[in-house]
T-cell receptor, first 112, second 110 residues
Framework: NAGVTQTPKFQVLKTGQSMTLQCAQD?????MYWYRQDPGMGLRLIYY???????DKGEVPNGYNVSRLNKREFSLRLESAAPSQTSVYFC???????????FGSGTQLSVL | DAKTTQPPSMDCAEGRAANLPCNHS???????VYWYRQIHSQGPQYIIH???NNETNEMASLIITEDRKSSTLILPHATLRDTAVYYC???????????FGTGTRLTVIP
């Protein structure tokens, strides 16, 4: 089992460019999440998907869109990247309620 | 909104027990207490969680006070590899909106 896989690991964008961060899990988990972590800060929830076909906003959704493509995959899209979106992005998944989250290894994104 | 309060940093001697405190005075009856840790810039790793009873697993022990307003994570024999940021989180729904805060940076000293 690979667990939670994120691609790419590193990305540099220019202001205004778009890109999609990919996340896939092979644990048959129902819920998936996207977090961002700024230097010296804790993780903040961007969007989550409680089950296939549903998505909801988290604490900091502005500037992002998500797609729960199927049960395995949950992508995060930046339509027009801004320097304020420079951060490390983590994807996570969980089977059900009151269970533990499994995290990917992160995508380090720099927007110039 | 922060639901927990943790000291920003702690040191622990290698081989000794590390006791990490967490205050969650506004916890409600059905909210679980979770502990995660983040080593360097890796993704957070689950450690343990509990509702009201003390819990133990292969990584750590979780002691929750009777009034549930605070808890302590215990790493019984800290190693250098336990150096990390430890997050205490309370959550009712089971993960829908975990607030990680800034955690406690534990440094294990040789």
């Amino acid at each position: 089992n690979a667990g939670v896989t994120q691609t790419p690991k590193f990305q540099v964008l220019k202001t205004g460019q778009s890109m999609t961060l990919q996340c896939a899990q092979d644990m048959n988990h129902n819920s998936m999440y996207w977090y961002r972590q700024d230097p010296g800060m804790g993780l903040r929830l961007i969007y989550y998907s409680a089950s296939e076909g549903t998505t909801d906003k988290g604490e900091v959704p502005n500037g992002y869109n998500v797609s729960r493509l199927n049960k395995r995959e949950f992508s995060l899209r930046l339509e027009s990247a801004a320097p304020s979106q420079t951060s490390v992005y983590f994807c996570a998944s969980v089977e059900g309620t009151n269970e533990k989250l499994f995290f990917g290894s992160g995508t380090q994104l720099s927007v110039l | 909104d922060a639901k927990t309060t943790q000291p920003p940093s702690m040191d622990c001697a290698e081989g000794r027990a590390a006791n990490l405190p967490c205050n969650h005075s506004t916890i409600s009856g059905n909210e679980y207490v979770y502990w995660y840790r983040q080593i360097h810039s890796q993704g957070p790793q689950y450690i343990i969680h509990g509702l009201k009873n003390n819990e133990t697993n292969e990584m750590a022990s979780l002691i929750i006070t009777e009034d549930r307003k605070s808890s302590t994570l215990i790493l019984p024999h800290a190693t250098l590899r336990d150096t990390a940021v430890y997050y205490c989180i309370v959550d009712q729904t089971g993960a829908n909106n975990l607030f990680f805060g800034t955690g406690t940076r534990l440094t294990v000293i040789p």
